[in-house]
């Protein structure tokens, strides 16, 4: 199965700027109802430049009380995330997501502009139940490490 076939396209990016809030990013992600959402260089371009997710916001702003309104992003943000083709095989992605235990992929066409994003949920929705099993195991296995940590 190609991961075109799964993913969630057209996601809502956020762009990389000297004025790019905590707040800002926050309130996209809790509107979306979603975990994490691309970083991109301009909305024009959607170049993929990084990606920042609920817990980088919580585990750097909230926990350093730096104030959200006035935080910017930059900082937080993870750079050069890895990411796919929409014409690879979906478990090119999934092998990404266990070996670097990340619950989300931004995918990105030819000239690494953001075309979509692939998450758990679309393996859980689209995947063979324990290939989506074997990924949650692995990505869960890093969750625990860090948290008996």
């Keep these: 199965m190609k991961i075109r076939e799964v993913m969630s396209r057209?996601?809502?990016?956020?762009?990389?700027?000297?004025?790019?809030?905590?707040?800002?990013?926050?309130?996209?992600?809790?509107?979306?109802?979603i975990g994490s959402v691309p970083v991109v260089a301009s909305h024009e371009s959607r170049k993929l430049v990084g990606m920042i997710t609920d817990r980088d916001l919580c585990c750097s702003v909230i926990v350093?009380?730096?104030d959200p309104k006035t935080t910017e992003i930059e900082k937080f943000i993870s750079l050069?995330?890895?990411n796919c083709r929409d014409g690879e095989n979906i478990e090119t992605c999934e092998r990404l997501m266990q070996e670097h235990p990340v619950r989300r992929v931004p995918i990105v066409d030819a000239e690494d502009r953001?075309?979509?994003?692939?998450?758990?949920?679309?393996?859980?929705l689209h995947d063979?139940?324990?290939?989506?099993?074997?990924?949650?195991?692995?990505i869960s296995k890093a969750s625990q490490s860090s948290i008996a940590a």
């Design 10 to 33: 057209d996601p809502v990016c956020c762009v990389l700027s000297d004025s790019a809030q905590a707040q800002a990013v926050a309130k996209i992600l809790c509107d979306r109802h």
């Design 64 to 66: 350093q009380g730096l």
């Design 80 to 82: 050069a995330p890895f």
């Design 114 to 124: 953001v075309i979509g994003i692939v998450s758990q949920a679309d393996l859980a």
């Design 128 to 138: 063979k139940s324990e290939r989506v099993s074997k990924t949650l195991a692995e």
